[in-house]
């Protein structure tokens, strides 16, 4: 089974992914020619070379970026943990690295190393920081892997010594307690690479999780693939990287913003399956997030100050019998909530199959009393019949019920 062996990562459910880097200066455009792709793997996809590519260093100067303000809102937004592009698949380090001089420190005006700054502000805010490190494609050293070119030539070896394994120590032993190094695109990296890129993190600092795609199936949770929620139960540690639009990088042609609900609805779908929801903003060249970003988090970040309780540190319910309609479940330790998406029919609602007791039901919003009855039908079956208080106001998004119950977790009783 994946186990984090991490009570905060179990119990965080929510995230900020940051994809910054170079490529935000390109912002999906390179000499007139748009790329259909995510805006951070233009450089391979229009095939950009190298010593053009890295001519764009010399113009990132992302003063905006305000680590401390991204942490202050990560945190306002009700996230736990903020992981960043230390290095992505382009080469360039966000932080000063001394095993390459393709860093931000080194080859950029900008001159200041961004790992640094978000590590004072995750500290100051109490977030968890963690860093993305792209482990196997590099697209500025020559060994590295690249997708889509044929890369039987390349002498991987070489590249992990000089830069991958430098690099990932390099991240470890300056920048403090490190959450979780979450790598990325394994390509044909062999058992024995993984297991060394595992070990060197352990070796340093064995309370940081190794992330799903380290490779070989050796990493401590499941990542699932971008944006996808898993159909079947996951027993363990898992979580989906997501995006806000169709992008991770910044691409100013990508206008596909999801709904502050939508965005919502995904979160309590991730999390009543027992996931965490990873959510990524990317930054413009200049440093600053783009607004409709700002406004999605902030109207997620104001229902979570409502509802934080029914999501933070919960478990996933096991499967319930019966699909029921317009309703999610969430649970911890003797608590279940009752997530409403859509106001039910004359504040009545009815579960089938549930043999919990009930000790005391609210609405979570306002702690106005919600009365269950419990009882049996003439089959001998269990249910809840949920009557709610006649001036409930509900949230069209999610009103949620909370159930003390007399047992410690939610009893659906299998179809006999
Ligand atoms: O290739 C990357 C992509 O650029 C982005 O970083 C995502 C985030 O999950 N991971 C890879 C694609 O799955």
New binding site residues.
Partial sequence: MRDTQQQWFKDAKYGL?I?FGLYALLAGEYNGKRTDN?A??IMNDLDIPVAEYEKLAAQFNPVEFNADEIARMAKEWGMKYLTF?SK??DGFALYHSKCSKYNIVDASPYGKDMVAELAGACKKYGLKLCL?Y?QA?DWHHPDGYR?NYDNSHKNFRRYLDEKCLPQVREILENYGEIGMIWF??PMEMTDAESREVFDLVKSIQPDCIVSG?IGNDIGQYM?T??NDIPSLPFYGDWEV?ATLNET??YDRFDDTWKAPEKIIRLLLKINSRGGNYLL?IGPKADGSVPRPSLEILDAVGAYLSRNGESIYATRAVENYVYDVEDMLFTAKSGKLFLHMLQPPTMNRIRLNNIANTVKKAYLLHNGKEVRIDCGKNCEGDSYWHIVLPEDTVYDPVDTVVCVEIGEEWPKFEPLR
């Fill in positions: 992914f994809h995510i951070e793997w592009t992505h698949h993305y792209s494609q997708a990325d695109t795609r990542t693939g971008d990287p991770w990088g990524n």
